[in-house]
């Protein structure tokens, strides 16, 4: 019995994080709020424009800054001149080490898409009854 693969525009979808041995250590999320606070200098900022509480945000960076075992943000208390936030030298190198990842991701994602194009074109011969 022959088969085909059903009519129709499918693509190929996939997630990608880093696990620690407990948790998620890094993933697409976390990184954007690394960038943010590069960006912003200030949790509370970066988390606003990520729609995220501050409770959420801390308790991220908590994670990230457990499980690495040195911190990836640094934060001051406020004050007359107000707190703040910093990444650190780990902190930039996890995002780049986690982009560089996620490309390879992307383009193995493109692979299967493609590999699934061709395979969508041929014919499948089954077990199945004459």
Do not use: C
Not at 4 to 22: K, M, Q, T
Not at 62 to 89: C, D, F, W, Y
Not at 108 to 120: G, Q
Request: hydrophobic fraction near 35%; aromatic fraction near 10%.
């Amino acid at each position: 019995m022959e088969h085909s693969f059903p009519e129709g525009d499918f693509h190929v979808r996939g997630r990608f994080w880093i696990s620690g041995p407990d948790e998620t250590f890094l993933g697409y999320g976390r990184v954007v709020l690394l960038e943010r606070i590069k960006e912003y200098g200030s949790i509370t900022k970066a988390a606003k424009s990520m729609s995220m509480s501050y409770r959420h945000a801390w308790e991220l960076i908590e994670s990230m800054n457990l499980q690495h075992g040195k911190p990836l943000v640094i934060s001051a208390v406020g004050g007359r001149g107000g707190g703040g936030a910093r990444l650190t030298t780990e902190g930039e190198r996890a995002i780049i080490i986690f982009r560089q990842l996620h490309d390879r991701f992307k383009d193995f994602l493109k692979d299967l898409e493609s590999e699934l194009a061709s395979l969508k074109k041929q014919r499948i011969r089954t077990g199945g009854p004459r």
